[in-house]
């Protein structure tokens, strides 16, 4: 099913549920994509069709609202009622294809609000540069408080954009940020490369930011709780399908990888790296999504009733990102080449059930040793010498005229 430039993903259901899979996720939600004037029902219903016939694992979808009529307002109200769907995405850019004005945005957070849905938003400046994340962050912040509509901000690429989701909460907004598996992995250097093919790989929206500090700083406010989840906007193409852009940037399908990638990539540089506990990392990559779309306690939970799909993660493990060691159907990698923990599961063609990998080298994180000091094996004691006391002292020394002068108690007053 193409998307709204009318390229289609070289993933399909399959492809892009196996990776998933391979990757520890057990369950995506894929976006039914709406062009103009098409039925948002019906839409939907052929997205459902295709995915009940590929996907390898279970399955929601996200409705997109590409433009905003009388009809569009009835058919979310059947789609909510009848089809349980209860989160749809609003774009703030795309011109002239599904980009809504701040008036339809408005309409539709009011409307959503009275029907119990969640808005998603692409926050991007439509009219100005792709730089200002952050602007339309805010106003897409501003529109949710307008109407006390629940907000969850898609593909959070930036600080700036994440800084403002954080002061959002802090003052009681009802707002959610969602960094993807790019933006905590990589960072948007990769757009200066002389190599076009490699640039083209990392083409997305919003863009990465070029600040190499930013994947440290989004981890960081994943761990604390200030971002909620984190996705994987998994959308890959082919070199070829990116080549299409080849003289004119513009025109190059937007995406990258990130559904297998996902889960190995915050447990590497959040939990083995010291950021964020096991706890936390269950949270942000599935308890939290499964409370905001409505899915818990079926998903995101181990207990009486839930589905409770389980993970054997084996820390120890590492494997190098390769198109030809991945499930993905793409000979690109946005999620440029490393070393991380993973992968939790190899999928076997022949088989439903799911192998531990093997590998014999061990994580670079593992190897660190922490910049902490073990106060349970410290030597330190205050009744007996210490172990770097076994040299030679030096002896004491009268200081007769100390810097600053001597001291006088008479003066202090």
Known sequence: ?????????????YNGSRAALAG???????????????SLLQAFEQWQDVADSKCCCDYSLHVDISY?????????QTLIQEKGVNSFQVFMTHKDTCQLSDAQLYEVMDYLRDLGGIVL????????????????????????NCTNCPVYITKVMSKGAADIVATARKKGSVVFGEPITASIATDGTHYWSKNWAKAAAFVMSPPLNPDPTTPDHLISMLACGDLQVLGSAHCVYSIAQKAIGKDNFTLIPEGANGIEERM????DKGVAA???????????????????FNLYPCKGRVAVGSDADLVIWDSDKIRTITAKSHHSASA????????????VCE????????????????????????AIRNLHLSNFSLSVSQEDESGPRRACHRIVAPPGGRSNITSLG
């Open 264 to 267: 190995s990539f915050i447990w």
């Open 274 to 292: 010291g950021k964020m506990d096991e706890n936390q990392f269950v949270a942000v990559t599935s308890t939290n999504a499964a409370k905001l």
């Open 332 to 343: 690109t990698r946005g999620v440029s080449r490393a070393m991380y923990d993973g992968p």
């Open 121 to 144: 938003v692409h926050a991007e400046n439509g009219d100005l540069i792709a730089q200002l994340e952050s602007e339309a962050v805010f106003r897409a912040v501003t529109l949710g």
């Open 24 to 38: 520890g996720t057990t369950m995506i939600i894929d976006h039914v994509c709406v062009q103009q004037g098409e």
């Open 1 to 13: 099913i193409p998307s709204y430039l009318g390229t289609l993903p070289a993933d399909d259901f």
């Open 68 to 76: 905003w009529t009388d009809s569009v307002r009835d058919e979310l």
């Open 347 to 370: 999928v076997s063609l022949a088989s439903k059930y799911l192998t531990p990998a093997t590998s014999t080298k061990t994580s670079p994180a593992k190897n660190q040793p922490l």
